[in-house]
């Protein structure tokens, strides 16, 4: 059996491919950096979204990088042995806990981040400004018709 497919179709299916294929190598690599500072890669997204937005309630981080609530208790158990980050309880709201990032998490991660950064950017030299700049919108809207589909 044969089967016909149109055109936008094919084009869907190989963009898929290729989009799952750069996301693996790219997230294959930054991972492998961020292992390098003995964090998990979700540790180090946890601690990466404290360091540049600050206190974030527990409930938010998930959503905010893409991880399950069952792992951010881990993680966050795991980071705050460390003493990288402290929970806070919420003044107004006792039902809330927030993620903050300790002294010496940030005094830290201002070591870490900007080898981590040269290391992401180091990957990302095969696209022009205008291009990364392209991509991003191209992704952002490529996600947000994935939603709405």
């Given amino acids: 059996m044969t089967i016909h497919l149109d055109d936008s179709s094919l084009r869907s299916l190989k963009l898929f491919v290729v989009l799952s294929k750069a996301y693996k190598t790219v997230m294959d690599r ?3 950096d961020m292992k390098q500072y003995g964090l998990s890669s979700s540790e180090f997204t946890i601690l990466e979204l ?3 937005k600050g206190k974030v309630p527990l409930q938010q981080i998930g959503e905010k990088i893409l991880i399950t609530s069952g792992s951010i208790t881990y ?4 980071l705050e042995k460390k003493g990288l980050l402290k929970r806070v309880p919420c003044k107004e ?3 809330v806990i927030y993620a903050e990032i300790t002294e010496e998490g940030n005094a830290w991660f201002d070591r870490i981040f900007p080898k981590h950064a040269a290391v992401i950017d180091s990957f990302m030299k095969a696209l022009s400004p205008d291009e990364k700049q392209a991509a991003i919108e191209l992704l952002k809207k490529l996600g947000k018709g994935a ?3």
Avoid at 75 to 78: A, G, M, R, S
């Fill in 30 to 32: 930054a991972v492998k």
């Fill in 147 to 149: 939603e709405d589909g």
């Fill in 93 to 95: 709201d006792r039902r």
């Fill in 75 to 78: 993680n966050i158990d795991k």
């Fill in 50 to 52: 404290l360091y540049t």
